[in-house]
């Protein structure tokens, strides 16, 4: 029993996951959206996000890129950096945990935000009621709630299968749908008046 007890505690953390969406915006193929969770042998989860957007809008192309990386333990955030280019107005965040509150910095400019923050990479099931999420492009912090709205069925990946559509209201809203292992599989935002669709590939 004691050896077994011994084996579990080193025993090291789960495979790396990999996620793959496609973005389509006012119904245009419109770019790549990419998840890597990672469970660290110390019992947190790392989280890295790139997302690249290039679209074609009247006599100009609208680009966009994200690079960010997130630390979760035990349910909570514990620290955020990215970087993104908003066609060409670009954003630098550094997000930390500090007790109570979190600490937010962009552009080199710091201020103190609310505790347990959500974060817009969306790549977990909130918990339903008051919802505050960090905007891991901008910094910015969104206000609002959850509602799950119940299960549903939703073709994914060319297969139909059962899913959790949960609906954020307030600052930015947005339709999420995640699957049994709770994974997104589908994200609907407005975007500057965009509709724009994030779909799980593989």
Known sequence: MIALAVLMAI???????????RVSVSGKQA????QKITPRDDGSTEVTVQTDI???????TYT????????WKDGQLVKVESSSDDDGKRFGVVA??????????????????????????HWQPPAPGELN?????????????????????????????????YRIF???PAELWYDERGRLVRQE?????????VEFVK
């Open 170 to 172: 307030g600052s930015d």
């Open 31 to 34: 770019g790549t959206y990419i």
């Open 64 to 71: 966009y890129k994200l690079r960010s990386q997130e630390v």
């Open 133 to 165: 999420r960090l905007d891991i492009d901008t910094g910015r912090i969104l206000l609002g709630k959850v509602q799950l709205v119940g299960p549903e069925q939703l073709t994914v990946a060319g297969a139909t299968m059962t899913v959790k559509h």
């Open 189 to 197: 935002t407005l975007e500057d008046g965009h509709r724009t669709i």
């Open 96 to 121: 930390t945990a500090e007790g109570p509150r979190t600490r937010v910095n962009v552009n080199n400019r710091s201020r103190a935000a609310p505790p347990n923050l959500w974060t817009t990479s």
């Open 11 to 21: 025993a090291p953390a789960a495979e790396p996951e990999t996620r793959e969406y």
């Open 54 to 60: 290039s679209l074609r809008i009247l006599l100009r």
